[in-house]
């Protein structure tokens, strides 16, 4: 083999395919960030195991493995009276995508609810909207619905937007 060259390293094509996957995660929680009005990144959240220990931020990575609950919730924040519109993108591992996930926001006792499609593994991106009072402190919720004996799901944060009315009354009144 002459001086230089080098031999072609052959490469598992599920490795391929995560890194790529894992690529694409960032740079779309990246743009999230870039566009929201306000970003509430995963380390304010809460997780089931950290309100039980009392300390530790939600990890980026969160571990499924356990009974329903919520996996990460928070951050009981003001937001000005009004529409908001939270956006989050999450990455699904194969495992945990055969168990029902949802997600929340809003605050007590109006939350908007979204379930995951059963059985898609991969990235989500999802958009919630909600009305908010002056007293009101916003959460979103992160839940699996029933035990499960393995899975980790992405978890980078929330990007919120303000906005004039819900897409879907918008949509009705045209």
């Not at 605050?107 to 009305?131: C, D, K, M, R, S």
């Amino acid at each position: 083999m002459p001086f230089g060259s080098r031999r072609p390293v052959a490469r598992n094509p599920e490795l391929v395919r995560q890194e790529d996957e894992a690529r694409m995660f960032v740079l779309a929680n990246e743009r999230l960030r870039r566009e929201a009005a306000i970003w509430w990144p995963h380390d304010i959240f809460l997780t089931y195991d950290q309100a039980v220990t009392n300390h530790g931020a939600c990890p980026a990575v969160i571990d499924a493995t356990g009974r329903a609950r919520h996996l990460a919730f928070g951050p009981f924040r003001p937001l000005e009276p009004g529409w908001w519109r939270a956006s989050l993108v999450l990455r699904v591992s194969a495992t945990l995508a055969r168990r029902p996930l949802a997600v929340d926001f809003g605050a007590p006792p109006n939350f908007v609810l979204y379930t995951l499609p059963y059985g898609v593994a991969g990235l989500h991106e999802i958009e919630l909207e909600n009305n908010f009072g002056p007293d009101d402190l916003a959460q979103v919720r992160l839940s699996v619905k029933r035990p499960a004996f393995e899975g980790e799901i992405g978890f980078l944060g929330v990007g919120l937007n303000p906005i004039d009315a819900p897409s879907s009354a918008s949509a009705l009144s045209e």
